[in-house]
């Protein structure tokens, strides 16, 4: 394996913002408790950050309600609301390279996909639903009765954000860009591994205008921080992101509690199909990409990857050669492909996985171990020879494994792909345009690649089917989630009711 980590870059920044930011301050959490931050290419604290509790849930809603109940923010016309979105999203502009620095220390992620991709779509995303804000409209109805009738779509109220780590910041826009656009006040709660981005979003949403109260950060861990949101009675919303098994934990709050509206991004266990047809160079990098972008750790991740028989051989040759080939290594160096895991647990939890695809019989055609000896960096690794009951094919790892697989019919590529619990996206790779359109109808997923693999785009819905989820993030369809209709209806003549 070439693959080794290049040496770790120290510079590490001045950490500005480490409290709580609730009603346009930031404060210390009533416990006065703070929780380490680690980085991950070392494993080493960057600093401590106040760690939040049901007490600071509290606070940071009532702050929420009051901006809500009683605030401009939802009362203000959308230009109005847009107009501050997008002064927020130059902010985010100017600041991008202390921003991205902030989830490479954080998150492992490598700082050149942060500048050059989430930072600016986290901006982009919040001028998209900028852009909307000021066409938030109903429908005026025809009734069956001499009655006029109309609908108004309002703000749901105050939104809770449950965030995950691995994309800090797309995941803090996907969420809070549409649901500012709609006139939401909200509180979000980071991944208690990545609690540094949130805050300084949070400074900036401050100096762009957007009043206090109306976008408050909470960070602390799960069982206390998130659950506190999930079963709060003043929340009307909760949209969250993360794994299959904690969304179930948080329907069942918010069910046990007020029946706040629930929208649920999960994980998956994507489906890359290429088929004999396909140029084998590209297939094989796009495949690679699939799995291996940001360290495996998205929960789009094309983690099954299907290979008709034709060019099977040789896709299984060429894909270990290019993965011996892959760059692990300090996420700051321009020539690293793939950074670190997000933690110790994480990395753990993925070495745990490889070692029984290797018990159970599965072939490692490449990677498998851990590179170097400091930080959370895993080589690049491929399976062959898997059976579709083995956990390394059922689970969604988050980390950087393929599970590689033949078929021979399409109709076969069709079953097996669809033979998972998830349904969040898939990829296929094939020049037939017939075979895809007839491939991308029957696949049960929220995203269907076609030549392509993690071609998102704040104009286009992304969401689950199935265990992943459901209620859309990106595109208008997000925007609808943060709003609610009501009718309104009045008779047309004197009417004698
Ligand atoms: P992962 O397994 O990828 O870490 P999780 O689903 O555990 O993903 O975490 C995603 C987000 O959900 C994080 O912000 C985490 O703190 C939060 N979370 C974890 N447990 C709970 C819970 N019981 N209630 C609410 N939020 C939770």
Known sequence: MEAKPTAITNEIPEIKFTKLFINGEFVDSVSGKTFETIDPRSGEVITRVAEGDKEDVDLAVKAAREAFDHGKWPRMSGYERGRIMMKFADLIEENVEEIAILDTINAGKILAHGKMLDIPFAAKNLRYYAGAADKIHGKTLKLSQEMHGYTLLEPIGVVGHIIPWNFPSAMFFHKCAPALAAGCTMIVKPAEQTPLSALYYAHLSKLAGIPDGVLNVVNGFGP?????????????????????????????????????????????????????????????????????????????????????????????????????????????????????????????????????????????????????????????????????????VKDEIFGPVMALMKFKTVEEAIQKANNTRYGLAAGIITNDLNLANTVSRSIRAGVIWINCYFAFDFDCPFGGYKMSGFGKDLGMEALEKYLQTKSVVTPIYNSPW
Request: proline share 4%.
């Open 224 to 392: 206390t921080t998130g659950a506190a949101i999930c079963s709060h009675m003043d929340i009307d919303k909760v949209s969250f992101t993360g794994s299959t098994e904690v969304g179930r934990v948080v329907m069942h709050a918010a069910a046990a509690s007020n029946l706040k509206v629930v929208s649920l991004e999960l994980g998956g266990k994507s489906p890359l199909i290429i088929f004999d047809d396909a140029d084998l160079e590209k297939a094989v990098d796009l495949a690679l990409l699939g799995v291996l972008y940001n360290k495996g750790e998205i929960c789009v991740a094309g983690s099954r990857v299907y290979v008709q028989e034709g060019i099977y051989d040789a896709f299984v040759k060429k894909a270990a050669e290019k993965a011996k080939t892959w760059v692990v290594g300090d996420p700051f160096h321009p020539n690293t492909q793939q950074g670190p895991q997000v933690d110790k647990k994480q990395f753990n939890k993925i070495l745990s996985y490889i070692d029984q695809g290797i018990r159970e019989g599965a072939t490692l055609l490449t990677g498998g171990k851990q590179v170097g000896e400091k930080g959370f960096y895993i080589e690049p690794t491929i399976f062959t020879d898997v059976k579709e009951y083995m956990p390394i």
